[in-house]
Every structure is written in structure tokens, then in C-alpha cells.
């Protein structure tokens, strides 16, 4: 079974940075969906960076503040993000699929999901 880990979450205030790291079991794709989402209290999961295919996708908010790298050789999917703001308070998700390898933005594609980091920035 694939399993992924999130951890280097954390509380930060506005114009800080975090790195956040998704260790994944079990999963030996390079080329399948593997992503960050984040969801905030009552808003709706966002996607906010994804891998898939040799592309990489940003959502327009974090465009610029965060880079997402994958290292299949180690199977992890690192989250920097910089220039943090209050908006960028959620729990965040790494996700993967085992079956996709387009179509990376929609997380309906996503079949594993880990169980998340909080980050809080104030």
C-alpha cells in the first residue's frame, strides 16, 4: 500500500518561510500525480501545487512564494514556501495517484492522501 507523511508544519508569522516535506511509501512512480493541497475551516480543498508528466502546476495565489520539488530516487515532495501570508493558513496535504499521470490539478485524480500538516501564519 502507498502511504505518504507529511511533516514540517508549523506556526510562522506573515513573511516567513516553511518547508514542508511528504515522505511516500510504497509509491515508486516518476512520473504519476503527486501534489500539495491545502484546506482551510470551511473553505473547499485547494490545489496548490502539482506534479505529473515532467510539469509542474501553481495555483496563481502562491505563484512566485512556493516551489514544490520531487525527488523520486528518495520518493519525497517538498513544499518551500516563502513570503508566507495570513491567507496561507490551512492543512496541508501531500496527495499522489497511483493511476494518473495528467491531469494533476483536479484532486478527484488523487487517490492517496496523507493526513496532513497544519501551517498557521499570524
Known amino acids: 500500500d502507498v502511504q505518504l507523511v507529511e511533516s514540517g508544519g508549523g506556526s510562522v508569522q506573515a513573511g516567513g518561510s516553511l518547508r514542508l516535506s511528504c515522505e511516500a511509501s510504497g509509491f515508486t512512480s516518476s512520473s504519476n500525480c503527486m501534489g500539495w493541497f491545502r484546506q482551510a475551516p470551511g473553505q473547499k480543498r485547494e490545489a496548490v501545487a502539482q506534479?505529473?508528466?515532467?510539469?509542474?502546476i501553481y495555483a496563481d495565489s502562491v505563484k512566485g512564494r512556493f516551489t514544490v520539488s520531487r525527488d523520486n530516487a528518495k520518493h519525497t515532495l517538498t513544499l518551500q514556501m516563502t513570503k508566507l501570508r495570513p491567507e496561507d493558513t490551512a492543512m496541508y496535504y501531500c496527495a499522489a495517484s497511483t493511476v494518473y499521470e495528467f491531469g494533476c490539478l483536479e484532486h478527484q485524480r488523487y487517490n492517496v492522501w496523507g493526513r496532513g500538516t497544519q501551517v498557521t501564519v499570524s
Open positions: 506534479t505529473g508528466d515532467g510539469t509542474t
